[in-house]
Nanobody, 128 residues
Framework: QVQLVESGGGLVQAGGSLRLSCAAS????????MGWFRQAPGKEREFVAA????????YYTSSVKGRFTISNDNAKNTVYLQMNSLKPEDTAVYYC?????????????????????WGQGTQVTVSS
């Protein structure tokens, strides 16, 4: 059974930084792709960033490009989301997700149904 556990959320002032972690267990993830999504109060869950487990392909939504960096550590089975220059509009619950059958080539999976497994989420609050 795949398990994804997020951590690293918290309260930060605008302009600050946080690093989210997603610890994955239960499978061999070398062929997977991993994504980060977020959901603000009253809004739909939206795509933030994705990475193929071999790290060869990354993809970001335009609103975080240049501020957020997704990466992974194979030895620790962990995916990270480094978030810099945070804005109040980044406030949301952040979710980690795993895609067990990513499409070959440049990875562009941004839709919820493309991911098979989800973590429980971690709250990020950015104060102005």
């Amino acid at each position: 059974q795949v398990q994804l556990v997020e951590s690293g959320g918290g309260l930060v002032q605008a302009g600050g930084s946080l690093r989210l972690s997603c610890a994955a267990s239960g499978r061999t993830f070398s062929s997977y792709a991993m994504g980060w999504f977020r959901q603000a109060p009253g809004k739909e869950r939206e795509f933030v960033a994705a990475i193929t487990w071999n790290g060869g392909s990354t993809y970001y939504t335009s609103s975080v490009k240049g501020r957020f960096t997704i990466s992974n550590d194979n030895a620790k089975n962990t995916v990270y989301l480094q978030m810099n220059s945070l804005k109040p509009e980044d406030t949301a619950v952040y979710y980690c997700a795993a895609d067990s059958a990513p499409s070959p080539g440049s990875y562009r999976a941004t839709r919820l149904y493309e991911y098979d497994y989800w973590g429980q989420g971690t709250q990020v609050t950015v104060s102005s």
